[in-house]
C-alpha cells in the first residue's frame, strides 16, 4: 500500500461534547494525557504507550472508568510513561479496524481531545461514522495535507481556491508543526491574506463535506 492510498484525519472533541464520556475523569487528575504508540488488542480493548503529566504521583495508583494502567514503565516527578489499557467506545471503535492507526498529535488536556488518525479511506470514513454515532456530529474534523491533496478532491475546486491550496500544501501550512503562515501563502501568490483565508476555509469545507459523505 503506497502512501497515495493513505490519508491524515483530526478529530476534535470539546470537553462540554466529551463529557459524559468514561474517559472524562481522567483531567481530574491529569492534566495532560499524550498517546504514543499502540502496542496491540487484549480483546477489544487498545493497549498502548502513554505520557502523562501529574500533579499528585496517587493518580497512578488509582482506578479509572477506561484507562487501565498495566505498568508505569518510567516515572518523574510530574510525569511518567505508562503502559494503559484503553476501554472506552471510541477506542473500541479503532479495535475492530486494521487499516488505520493513531498518530501524533493525539492527546487530552482540558481543551478537549485531540485524535490525529492515518489509514486507508474507507477505514476513516469508518472511523468518522463511529464517533458520529457516539457524539452526533458535535466535533470538529480537520483533513490532512495528503487528504485535502488529494486528486479526487481537488478536482472539486474552482481554480483559484486550488491554486491557494496547492501553495499552502507546498510551503507546509498542514504540517505539524505549520511550516508557513496565511500571511506567508498570502506573500507568495501576491495576493491578500484575508483572501487566502476565505479560499482555504472554502476549499477546506467543499473537500471536508466530500470526504464525510462520499460512497
Known amino acids: 500500500m503506497g502512501d497515495s492510498d493513505l490519508r491524515y484525519m483530526q478529530l476534535t472533541i470539546t470537553p462540554e461534547v466529551g463529557g459524559n464520556l468514561p474517559g472524562a475523569d481522567l483531567m481530574d487528575w491529569f492534566p495532560h494525557v499524550e498517546f504514543l504508540a499502540h502496542i496491540n488488542l487484549v480483546e477489544d480493548h487498545l493497549r498502548c504507550l502513554v505520557r502523562v503529566h501529574f500533579n499528585d504521583p496517587r493518580s497512578l495508583e488509582r482506578s479509572y472508568a477506561s484507562f487501565e494502567i498495566v505498568e508505569v514503565v518510567e516515572q518523574g516527578t510530574s510525569t511518567a510513561l505508562l503502559e494503559v489499557l484503553l476501554t472506552g467506545p471510541i ?4 479495535a475492530v479496524l486494521k487499516h488505520v492507526w493513531w498518530v ?4 487530552l488536556d482540558a481543551d478537549g481531545f485531540v485524535l490525529t488518525i492515518r489509514g486507508t479511506r474507507a477505514s476513516l470514513r469508518t472511523v468518522r461514522n463511529g464517533i458520529a454515532d457516539l457524539l452526533g456530529d458535535a466535533f470538529k474534523l480537520k483533513l490532512g495535507a495528503q487528504s485535502l491533496h488529494n486528486t ?9 481556491q486550488r491554486m491557494v491550496l496547492d501553495k499552502a500544501v507546498e510551503l507546509g501550512y498542514y504540517d505539524r508543526p505549520r511550516g508557513c503562515t496565511q500571511r506567508m501563502i498570502a506573500e507568495a501568490l501576491n495576493i491578500k491574506q484575508a483572501t487566502v483565508s476565505e479560499h482555504l476555509q472554502s476549499a477546506e ?4 463535506h466530500a470526504f464525510v459523505n462520499e460512497p
Open 91 to 94: 477506542p473500541r471503535v479503532f
Open 205 to 208: 469545507a467543499t473537500i471536508i
Open 104 to 107: 501524533a498529535p493525539t492527546y
Open 152 to 160: 479526487q478532491f481537488l478536482e472539486l475546486l474552482p481554480d483559484r
